[in-house]
């Protein structure tokens, strides 16, 4: 049973264009979210976070807003730049676990 | 980058066999995770440690068994390896509840 889902497994967007990232969660006890931006061979790198006590928080390029009613968050990144092509993961919080989302493959085109 | 070192890097092992992998850090930080990578799985927490001694099971635990002795130290057991474990591993390390985690480099584990 799939606790945060990423539905776009990949998503190409025009270099300084807004890149969005959806995800999807089940759980309402939830209080926490995070954003991840992984490279080939790295680890995760963490981006940005929300609290459900939240609806946006905002860092440079990089915007998440949490729409609780519909259990849903995105990120925004603009202008997308090519550094920003990477594999980017979801994830929420309970208690002292944090759950991953699978990824969405971001391409950002010349 | 948080000081966290896993080891070994890449690990080759034969069906059956014990494998322990390590994850050190030196930010004397209180939660530390083991993560698996897998294709079309994303990121799934095996087990996680939120004190010394102090360890509790995540989503994919079967087959796996940790200890933390010390607080930089967080170890991830496979007591018989099979090739379903071949993946990459990542450990990560968080100071406080509803902080992010920050994550190691990954251990590639190759079961043969």
């Known amino acids: 049973d799939q606790q945060v889902k990423q539905n776009s497994p990949s998503l190409s967007v025009q270099e300084g264009r807004i890149s969005i990232l959806n995800c999807d969660y089940t759980?309402?006890?939830?209080?926490?979210f995070l954003w991840y931006k992984k490279y080939p061979a790295e680890g995760p790198t963490f981006l940005i976070s929300?609290?459900?006590?939240?609806d946006k928080n905002e860092d440079g390029r990089f915007t998440v807003f949490l729409n609780k009613s519909a259990k849903h968050l995105s990120l925004h990144i603009v202008p997308s730049q090519p550094g920003d092509s990477a594999v980017y993961f979801c994830?929420?919080?309970?208690?002292?676990?944090?759950?991953f989302g699978k990824g969405t493959r971001l391409h950002i085109l010349p | 980058d948080a000081g966290i070192t896993q080891s070994p890097r890449h690990k080759v092992t034969e069906t059956g066999t014990p494998v322990t992998l390590r994850c050190h850090q030196t930010e004397n930080h209180r939660y530390m995770y083991w993560y698996r990578q897998d294709p079309g799985h994303g990121l799934r927490l095996i087990h996680y440690s939120y004190g010394v001694k102090d360890t509790d099971k995540g989503e994919v635990s079967d087959g796996y068994s940790v200890s933390r002795s010390k607080t930089e130290d967080f170890l991830l057991t496979l007591e018989s390896a099979t090739s379903s474990q071949t993946s990459v591993y990542f450990c990560?390390?968080?100071?406080?509840?509803?902080?992010?985690?920050?994550f190691g480099n990954g251990t590639r584990l190759t079961v043969t």
């Open positions: 929300i609290s459900s006590i939240k």
């Open positions: 759980n309402s006890m939830f209080d926490y």
């Open positions: 990560a390390i968080s100071d406080r509840f509803r902080s992010p985690l920050h």
């Open positions: 994830a929420a919080r309970r208690d002292d676990k944090i759950i």
